[in-house]
């Protein structure tokens, strides 16, 4: 009876060892995917499909209420504010572009003679995956018919450039970040759009020097070649 009972508690041991292997390869795994072990459900879906989150569990309006120091509508998401710091400059790039894209469909709505409902929450494609971004509906709404306007009277141009630079001040001073110096000339031309690398980190910038780092020398040979060929001829 005593040796049934001594195999049993083995089998158990062992068990119970395979289980935490396979858990922390499950941890690595989701690591090197970048998916976040509290992603399940639908927010995993989302995550396969649209790729990861750089923002983590900040989404939408979400997002935004934690950018300006508000309180979230998901009690459950937990902020950091030292880490969302460091995620400003990436939230530069978002906004902008939502921005851009609000103006832009109002422009092009016009040239074809169509109207549609202002995108207040818009998915805006990153470098590394994408985010939903979200600004109230009455600035996205405004945005959307000046874009409607320069197309309709671009002798107001000058007119609808204040009252963008304006719209976009207030909603930068909303999130504790100053506006890029291109953004509105961007947004009224369209000759320069902003680009995620114009607003990476300085963590991004370095793992990119790594990476440059870690790619092969030429060969010293072959650069020896074609010193000595460039000198015959």
Excluded at 49 to 66: C, I, M, R, T, V
Excluded at 167 to 181: D, H, M, N, R, W
Aim: net charge negative.
């Amino acid at each position: 009876m005593e040796w049934i009972l001594g195999i049993l508690i083995i089998i158990l041991a062992v068990v119970a060892i395979f289980v935490i292997y396979l858990s922390e390869r499950i941890t690595v795994f989701e690591t090197l995917l970048g998916i976040n072990p509290k992603v399940t459900g639908e927010k995993l879906a989302e995550h396969v499909h649209f790729g990861p989150n750089p923002f983590g569990e900040l989404s939408g309006k979400d997002l935004w209420l934690a950018m300006c120091g508000e309180e979230l509508e998901d009690p459950e998401i937990i902020v950091d504010p030292t880490d969302l710091d460091k995620k400003r400059p990436r939230y530069e790039f978002v906004l902008s572009k939502h921005l851009e894209s609000l103006l832009e469909e109002g422009r092009f709505d016009a040239r074809n003679g169509e109207r549609s409902e202002a995108k207040a929450v818009l998915r805006i494609q990153m470098l590394r995956g994408s985010v939903e971004s979200y600004i109230p509906f009455a600035e996205a709404s405004r945005l959307y018919e000046i874009g409607q306007e320069l197309e309709a009277n671009p002798d107001k141009g000058e007119k609808l450039k204040m009252e963008t630079g304006e719209i976009v001040e207030e909603l930068f001073s909303k999130v504790g970040i100053t506006a890029p110096t291109t953004l509105v000339e961007s947004m009224l031309s369209m000759t320069h759009s902003i680009s995620e690398a114009e607003v990476e980190t300085p963590e991004l910038d370095q793992d990119n020097d790594a990476e440059s780092a870690q790619l092969p020398a030429p060969s010293s040979d072959k650069e020896l070649g074609e010193t000595e060929s460039t000198d015959k001829a």
